[in-house]
């Protein structure tokens, strides 16, 4: 007796992608009458002008759902084709069932898709993108919605004027599906739990002992800075490297969006020539965690700044600590 094994794509792609922004715009002018500090300084620390926050109506499910429509309408594809949904959050405060499958519902993605969450944060949409891949090209499924949504606004400290103006909401998802031909690089990923502490999400029942409703996030700021621009950096190398590109031969960059300053030394250590596009998303839209890059990737599309078929370098680090990156064809 034999197993027959599963047998899937020799490749997959991103064939659409699709975002969604909290509603309200929160300028530095007015995070300043909330925190101790001035809108030159947030700007120089980390090149935010203005964040969007999600208004009462809108939730992490409406935002992912939004987010997810556009993705597959982009993609040419029926919802019924949707085999599988993998969502990236933090902000889904219900242990079980996942935000996936109430997303593959509100979708009404009739296949039945298999339908999960995970957890990593700022990295998590390149996991999902990382795991999309391999179920397709092990025949686990055919096409992969990937979402990465967060309301962190509900959860900054806003006496804590080291954080509380970094953090946004909103939603982006991509549609991935079996290719020809390679379009997806290796995925360089990994973790660091020994600096765990650097950037995390306090306990519910502390919380609770301090009469809050949602816990709070913390980050000790200088850490996530030196371990990003160096540890990060050459991770950031590595994954162009494992794609088997050259800086020349890549078109466009697009980092978690957590800090220009950040993104500065990456390009610094990566030698990028300046006809490669890199996305500044954070100016006007803040840190919004497992969303950034795909809405970051969204708007240089829309933009026209980006266009399909052209190779980007997208990576994402975050508390963990953990990282994730690719070289993509853009859809």
């Avoid at 009739?110 to 990593?120: E, I, K, T, V």
């Avoid at 967060?150 to 079996?178: K, N």
């Avoid at 965690?289 to 700044?305: D, N």
Wanted: with cysteine; hydrophobic share 45%.
């Amino acid at each position: 007796m034999s197993i027959t094994p599963s047998i899937g794509a020799p490749h997959a792609r991103i064939l659409g992608v699709g975002g969604h922004r909290g509603s309200r715009i929160v300028d530095n002018e007015e995070m300043c009458t909330m925190i101790d500090s001035t809108p030159e300084w947030i700007e120089q620390r980390t090149g935010i002008r203005e964040r969007r926050w999600a208004t009462e109506e809108e939730t992490p499910l409406s935002m992912a759902v939004a987010a997810s429509r556009r993705a597959i309408e982009r993609s040419g594809l029926e919802p019924r084709q949707i085999d599988a949904v993998i969502c990236s959050t933090v902000s889904h405060f219900q242990q079980s069932p996942s935000l996936a499958v109430y997303i593959a519902d509100e979708l009404g993605l009739s296949a039945g898709p298999a339908a999960f969450d995970l957890s990593a944060a700022c990295a998590g949409f390149c996991y999902g993108t990382g795991m999309a891949e391999s179920l397709i090209r092990s025949g686990a499924a055919s096409h992969v919605l990937v979402v990465g949504v967060e309301a962190l606004s509900r959860m900054v400290d806003i006496t804590d004027r080291s954080t509380a103006f970094l953090f946004s909401d909103g939603a982006g998802a991509v549609v991935l599906g079996p290719s020809d031909t390679p379009a997806l690089g290796p995925v360089v990923w990994g973790s660091d739990g020994a600096q765990a502490q650097a950037i995390q999400i306090e306990d519910w029942e502390d919380a609770s002992d301090a009469g809050r409703t949602m816990p709070f996030i913390s980050m000790d700021g200088r850490a996530v800075f030196r371990w990003a621009t160096t540890f990060i950096a050459e991770k950031t190398k590595e994954t162009l490297d494992r794609a088997g590109l050259t800086p020349d031969q890549l078109d466009v960059f697009i980092p978690h969006q957590a800090n220009n300053r950040i993104t500065d030394s990456m390009l610094r250590h990566l030698k990028l020539p300046e006809s490669v596009v890199v996305s500044r998303d954070i100016v006007h839209m803040g840190n919004s965690s497992a969303a950034s890059v795909p809405l970051a990737m969204e708007a240089l599309l829309e933009s026209g700044e980006a266009t399909s078929g052209q190779t980007a370098l997208i990576i994402g680090f975050g508390a963990g600590l953990v990282y994730a990156g690719q070289v993509v064809v853009l859809p």
